[in-house]
């Protein structure tokens, strides 16, 4: 059973920085993509960031420019490198996975994210 735990997240305020960590365990498959998404309060799941497999990385349009992904295969570990922090960042942030080889998906539990004004 594929696990992921993500860690990292904490109050900060408008224009700093932080850092998301969410660890894997389980994966006998190889991780083909793996996201990161945001929900703010009354508001819609929406996705972030991906990186997958072959180098392709993608932004959503509020965070390109602020937001870095990465990942460590050697470490089964996916980041999320956040600068120039906005109240409207301020949301719980989630990883998934897809293991494509068996057609499944995985979540994280969430980590939280506050960036006050």
């Known amino acids: 059973q594929v696990r992921l735990v993500e860690s990292g997240g904490g109050v900060v305020q408008a224009g700093g920085s932080l850092t998301l960590s969410c660890l894997t365990s389980?994966?006998?498959?190889?991780?083909?993509?793996m996201n990161w998404y945001r929900q703010a309060p009354g508001k819609q799941r929406e996705l972030v960031a991906t990186?997958?497999?072959?180098?392709?990385?993608n932004y959503a349009d509020s965070v390109k420019g602020r937001f870095t992904i990465s990942r460590d295969n050697a470490k089964n570990t996916v980041y999320l490198q956040m600068s120039s922090l906005k109240p409207e960042d301020t949301a719980v942030y989630y990883c998934?996975?897809?293991?494509?080889?068996?057609?499944?998906?995985?979540w994280g539990q969430g980590t939280q994210v506050t960036v006050s004004s």
């Open positions: 998934w996975v897809r293991q494509g080889v068996i057609n499944r998906d995985y």
């Open positions: 389980g994966t006998t498959f190889s991780l083909d993509e």
């Open positions: 990186i997958a497999n072959g180098g392709y990385i």
